[in-house]
């Protein structure tokens, strides 16, 4: 399957992105899908899953209670709206696909990957 994600920018601190990632060749339906985020010197980390229904989801704490993380599986995308964006969001953000029923925590467990898509907050 390959992953394309879009949607990244520069935005201002509080404001709101909606990032997608369309997925084409094997049905996506097959697969939980993450967002995972890397900033400049840090480690790939889990954002936000979705399991293979879109009934599951999970959340960084860091992530909770601002981003929301659907699915389309008609469409074969997934979207994380985000909103209320502060400076450490920032980071190039990744979608990824893992042949399980539930999203993992670990960059490891997914096997496909997107490009990445940048996202800056300033203040």
């Known amino acids: 399957v390959q992953l394309q994600a879009s949607g990244g920018g520069l935005v201002q601190v509080g404001g709101s992105l909606r990032l997608s990632c369309a997925a084409s060749?094997?049905?996506?339906?097959?697969?939980?899908m993450g967002w995972f985020r890397q900033a400049p010197g840090k480690e790939r980390e889990l954002v936000a899953g979705?399991?293979?229904?879109?009934?599951?989801?999970a959340y960084a704490d860091s992530a909770k209670g601002r981003f929301t993380i659907s699915r389309d599986n008609g469409k074969n995308t997934v979207y994380l709206a985000m909103d209320n964006l502060s400076p450490e969001d920032t980071g190039v953000y990744y979608c990824?696909?893992?042949?399980?029923?539930?999203?993992?925590?670990?960059?490891?467990?997914?096997?496909?990957w997107g490009q990445g898509t940048q996202v800056t907050v300033t203040s």
């Open positions: 990824a696909a893992t042949p399980t029923f539930y999203p993992g925590v670990r960059a490891t467990q997914y096997d496909f």
């Open positions: 060749g094997r049905t996506a339906i097959v697969y939980a």
């Open positions: 979705i399991s293979r229904s879109g009934q599951d989801t």
